[in-house]
């Protein structure tokens, strides 16, 4: 079983970065596909970014192609999301997800962290 927990958002002016950081707990971590998700206020929760167990494969959300990178470090058991460029429409609550698979053309994980909140100014 995968525990994860969410660091690094934060208030942040459109515009600028953040990196957020998901650090996981447990031995079969190298081996699960990983991915960020975003729930803004009254809105679904949002597939932002997936990343393979592999770490070759890599899938965006049309919202945030081009400005946001996911990438992940097995050896430190951690997932990062850079996000750039960023827009007060990427406000929202993040969440790192592991055991993610596309099913039905929608993204479903097994297991998610507790977020963090992301909030871009204009």
């Known amino acids: 079983q995968v525990q994860l927990v969410e660091s690094g958002g934060g208030l942040v002016q459109a515009g600028g970065s953040l990196r957020l950081s998901c650090a996981a707990s447990?031995?079969?971590?190298?081996?699960?596909?990983m991915a960020w998700f975003r729930q803004a206020p009254g809105k679904e929760r949002e597939f932002v970014a997936q990343?393979?167990?592999?770490?070759?494969?890599?899938r965006y959300g049309d919202s945030v192609q081009g400005r946001f990178i996911i990438s992940k470090d097995n050896a430190k058991n951690m997932v990062y999301l850079q996000m750039n460029s960023l827009k007060p429409e990427d406000t929202a609550v993040y969440y790192c997800?592991?055991?993610?698979?596309?099913?039905?053309?929608?993204?479903?994980?097994?297991?998610w962290g507790q977020g963090t909140q992301v909030t871009v100014s204009s």
């Open positions: 997800a592991a055991g993610v698979a596309a099913v039905f053309g929608k993204y479903v994980a097994d297991t």
């Open positions: 447990g031995r079969t971590f190298s081996s699960r596909n």
């Open positions: 990343i393979s167990w592999t770490n070759i494969i890599t």
